[in-house]
Each structure stands twice: as C-alpha cells, then as structure tokens.
C-alpha cells in the first residue's frame, strides 16, 4: 500500500527590525516544524510576500522605512493569509487600527511564546477553513450552519428563527469566519456608518439575541466571540459529525 505524502509545512513570514526578536521566533516556531522566513524592512517583506507565497505574516508595526499598518495594507491588496501583529504598541486604538486594515489577530510585547504558537496555528485553521468553504452555498462552524442562499440557520439541524438585522450581522461575522471585526468596521458594513449610540445598542441586543439563540451557554459562547474593546469574531469549529 503506497504512503501519502506528508504535508508540507507551513511558511511563517517574520517582519521585525530586531534581530534578536526574528531569531527567538524563528527557533520557536522551527521547533513546531514550520518553515521560516525572515524580513527587517516592509520593503523586504512586500518582496518575500510576492516571491515566496507565506501561509501567514507575523509583522512588527514600528518598522524602520514604512509602518507596519502600510503593509497590512498592500499584503491585503493581493492576499487573503493570516496576518498576526506583534508589537510593542499596547493601545487599543493602536489595536484597532491595525484590525481595521485586515489583520487576524495583535499580540503585545513582551509576549508568551505558548501563546503566541497557539495563535499561529489557530488562524492557519480558520484560513484552510476559509479556504474550503470559499464557493460553498453554505458555511458551516461546529453544528451551526448559514445557507447563504437560502439565507437560513440551522443548529444541530434544527432551523433557527432569526431577524433581518440578526441574519446580517451573523453572516457578516460568517463571511469573515475566524478574523476579529471591529465595531466600526461591523457598524459601516450594516449600517452605512459608525459610530452612532442608537446603533451600537442595536449591534450589542443583535449580539446578545444571537448569543442566546445559538449558543449552548450563551454567558460562555464558543461562537461569536468578544474582541474586548475592539469587536467580535465567528469562531470557525471543527464541523459537528452529526451535522448533515
């Protein structure tokens, strides 16, 4: 019986100016078995994005020809991969700004390397479920699933009954399956614009409403998931195996 080839391992783009920070991650992650790539500029990095196709972007905001906010930029003109911030900037505006730009996820330095490994390999999953779910009529997440063209809801099978404003919200945070969206950016895809307090309270009951509809323990939710003071995200689950 012929052996399947192993998987490729996965490519890990480091952008930082520090080169003992580059080295310290690159031994961290070589002993989780990716493949590392190294840049000290945004300039370098752009280059080995185009050249070398990395699975996911660890990148440094404060770097020393253009900020790193600028590269999130121009790397999502072109690619849809994770990007992990990691940076020495701790303010949550600092935070959001970077998550409105199309960054999956910001970690602060210092940092704890367990956690930050964990993190890598959470959002190299969501994007292969990204990936799989792509032009599927429908997207599913644990025992959750949205038909995007039936525009219904279905837990453990079973319909769910939802609200116009409730539908769009989940299927914005499905189309976005795993990334954190900002408040502002949840408020101008729904509404037009942000920032208005009668819409943030509708967007807090949509939340809420949809949290008690679909969540086993709506207090302890495994789906949508608080970004606290940035946003939410649709966490994307291993497909339930009762889920038809």
């Not at 952008?15 to 580059?22: G, I, K, T």
């Not at 050249?51 to 690619?79: F, M, Y």
């Not at 367990?114 to 032009?135: H, K, M, T, Y």
Request: proline fraction near 5%.
């Amino acid at each position: 019986m012929s052996m399947q080839p192993p998987m490729p391992a996965s490519r890990i783009l480091i952008v930082d100016d520090e080169a003992h920070v580059r080295k310290f991650l690159r031994l961290s992650l070589q002993a989780e078995s990716f493949n590392v790539l190294e840049a000290a500029s945004a300039e370098e990095a752009i280059t080995l994005v185009h050249s070398a196709n990395p699975d996911l972007l660890i990148l440094d905001l404060g770097l020393p020809d253009i900020d790193g906010r600028q590269v999130i930029r121009d790397v999502r003109l072109k690619s849809d991969m994770p990007i992990i911030v990691l940076s020495g900037r701790t303010e949550d505006s600092e935070k959001i700004a970077a998550l409105e730009q199309g960054a999956d996820d910001y970690v602060t330095k210092p940092f704890a390397t367990r956690d930050l490994i964990a993190r890598v390999r959470a959002a190299l999953q969501q994007q292969s479920f990204r990936n799989e779910q792509e032009n599927a009529e429908s997207i599913q997440t644990g025992d959750l699933s949205i038909n995007l063209h039936a525009c219904e809801v279905k837990r453990d099978q079973r319909a769910v009954d939802l609200n116009n404003d409730e539908y769009a919200l989940l299927r914005l945070l499905a189309m976005h399956g795993g990334r954190v969206l900002t408040i502002n950016r949840i408020e101008r895809a729904l509404w037009g614009k942000e920032g208005d307090a009668l819409q943030h309270q509708a967007l807090l009951r949509s939340i809420s409403t949809l949290r008690r509809k679909l969540e086993a323990e709506p207090s302890f939710p495994r789906y949508i998931v608080t970004e606290p003071a940035v946003g939410y995200r649709l966490e994307m689950l291993p497909v339930s195996t009762t889920t038809g």
